[in-house]
């Protein structure tokens, strides 16, 4: 595998010597047939790395296939964002899972954008569960447990996006994966605590409370092993919030070098 799929993993923050970088994703490819939905191509010149939907909470063969190729064309990395088969609730309502459900739901999602990321010649380069999955394995280890060895099994080379100190992080680990401890920057924070669910967007508030969240993050100890921020593109103003994230994210130093690098598959 190339250098450029590796370029983040490399640089951890905790290396001493090495200056802290922030990878910036966003939640992407959530269309499904005729109905658009999110800013996709306002946010893809901004981001470094994409989540892409897999069919279970949204998207469809069609919205992926595209999805991937518009990410690819940007030049930014791109991930599996998995998650429940609830297109009605587009994932975020709770579903009670066995363990063989999630392990059998992340590998055949992983599959499925696989195809289309290998298709093109180039790598998937991280895994992030969506909504109430992205909940429900951070919080309980029989869910969390199944995924990593999904993840593992599928290609040891995947990243994992999980909240700091997570069940999922925990789980990811334990099967030898890179982790990506990440932080919302367009989601409110009590006690330095995320609130995923029932927020208000008075909560959330405009880009330069994303920005300041997002700054407020990177001087605070308590989230100095955060490796990745995300934005939503469904949020509101999702385009304004993630441009004063990267720049808040830039004025620090913080993001990879720009242009990104096309990943390329392994030869």
Known sequence: ?????????????????RRRMVDLNADL??????????????LLP?????NVACGFHASDPVT????????????VRIGAHIGLPDRLGFGRRHMAITAEDAHAYTLYQLGALDAFVRGRGAHLSHVKPHGALYM?????????GPIAEAVARHDQTLAVYALPG?????????????????????RPYVDDVVQMFGWTYE?????????????????????????????????RGAA???????DALDRAGALPTSPHPTPTAPR
């Open 1 to 17: 595998m190339g250098a450029d799929h590796h370029e983040l993993h490399d640089r951890r923050p905790d290396e001493p010597g």
């Open 29 to 42: 490819g959530e269309s499904f047939g005729v109905y658009r939905y999110g800013a996709d191509d306002e």
């Open 46 to 50: 901004l981001i470094t790395s994409a």
């Open 64 to 75: 992926m296939a595209a999805s991937v190729d518009a990410a690819l064309a940007a030049g």
């Open 136 to 144: 429900s394995a951070c919080e309980d280890p029989r869910i969390a």
């Open 166 to 186: 997570s069940a999922l992080e925990l789980a990811a680990a334990s099967h030898d994966l890179q982790v990506y401890p990440e932080f919302f920057a367009d």
């Open 203 to 235: 909560q959330i508030g405009g880009p330069r409370d994303a920005a300041d969240r997002v700054t407020w993050m990177l001087r605070s100890s308590a989230h100095d092993s955060v490796r990745t921020v995300c934005v939503h593109s469904d949020t």
């Open 240 to 246: 304004g919030i993630t441009a004063a994230v990267r």
